[in-house]
């Protein structure tokens, strides 16, 4: 064989060898399932409403789906705009001798962390404090129970946490005393009695409650407010440094104080009669940025006053011309008193 002819054979013998690993690896990878890029999630994670947790997944680092919680179509929503938040509720138990007194629920928000001291007895001035759980959450459960003419009455509060603090729903319910009615009511009040447990409605309660400091229509900045601005149930009628003065009536109840001219601590409200004012109707009271002290006034028509009220005590009146006093001293907000109506 000549070298012309071994170079022909070794060139076809090459070319053989790269057309088959060519057709090898385009069979290879042809049957090789292609692998879909890794994903990585950050691991932030998005508190639900019934105070669970869920973190992202998926292509799209999307953030898991919450928990639904079941809740019946006919409870009613409740809004507390003095501290922001809200909540659903059932108008009435399902219950025919137990019945619900301070409803719905009063909420309160602290910003301590959740903590619960187990003491007390049912029946003292204290009540029974006691940690349960109920649906995988925990509450902090205090009833606290006194008799009354064919009635008794308990009152509760169920502290949680909420939003890194902790929320308090207090309300009490009445329980009509069994021995009041004859067989067969008899009967069914005792067996409703003995299987009474409000603890899973409150869990639902609970699971409802959002806190949003944009539900607060009260708060109004100082540095940027101005007259005829409307803050709550109220209107700006001037603000200065010192003073922002109000026009506007409101109905609002809370406790009357009538201070005599040696009381009032240290003679500091001597001579005055002023009013702490329920949490119920502070949302209707205008409020700076940041101030979260109770809401209480004296009333700056003195001597009408003083007529109306001959001694401390619960009232409800009509007011207007609500000013605030915003020097830092031993000073106080005032309103006009317009008329007592209870």
Not at 103 to 121: H, N
Not at 138 to 148: D, F, N, S
Not at 278 to 289: E, G, L, N, S
Request: a negative charge; one cysteine or more.
């Amino acid at each position: 064989m000549t070298s012309k002819n071994k170079v022909l054979l070794l060139v076809i013998f090459l070319v053989l060898i790269v057309a088959g690993a060519g057709i090898y690896l385009s069979l290879f990878y042809k049957s090789k399932p292609s692998q879909p890029d890794v994903v990585y999630c950050t691991q932030d994670a998005k508190m639900c409403p019934d105070g669970s947790y869920v973190g992202r997944s998926g292509p799209k680092c999307e953030f898991a789906p919450c928990p639904e919680t079941s809740i019946d179509k006919d409870w009613k929503y409740a809004t507390d705009t003095s501290i922001g938040v809200s909540f659903r509720y059932p108008e009435k138990l399902p219950t025919e001798f137990i019945s619900t007194v301070d409803w719905p629920p009063k909420v309160q928000i602290l910003s301590q962390e959740f903590e619960c001291t187990v003491a007390g007895d049912e029946l003292s001035r204290a009540g029974k404090t006691e940690l349960i759980a109920v649906g995988g959450h925990q509450y902090c459960r205090t009833k606290e129970t006194e008799g009354a003419a064919g009635s008794i009455y308990t009152n509760y509060a169920y502290a949680f946490p909420k939003n890194n603090g902790t929320a308090i729903l207090t309300f009490s319910l009445r329980f009509v005393q069994c021995g009041n009615y004859d067989e067969p009511q008899k009967t069914a009040c005792e067996n409703e009695r003995t299987n009474f447990n409000m603890d899973p409605t409150i869990n639902k309660i609970a699971s409802t409650l959002v806190i949003d400091k944009n539900l607060i229509s009260n708060l109004f900045d100082k540095s940027t407010a101005k007259a005829g601005d409307k803050i709550g149930e109220m209107t700006i009628k001037s603000i200065d440094d010192r003073y922002t003065k109000f026009t506007g009536q409101i109905t609002v109840s809370g406790q009357v104080n009538v201070y005599g001219e040696d009381d009032g601590g240290a003679n500091i409200l001597s001579d005055n009669v002023c009013m702490n004012v329920d949490q119920a109707d502070w949302a209707k009271f205008p409020r700076i940025k940041g101030d979260e002290r109770n809401i209480w006034f004296c009333f700056s028509n003195l001597d009408p006053a003083k007529k109306a009220f001959k001694q401390s005590g619960q009232a409800t009146v009509v007011i207007d011309d609500y000013v605030i006093d915003s020097l830092e001293s031993e000073v106080w907000n005032q309103a006009k008193l317009v008329k007592v109506t209870q």
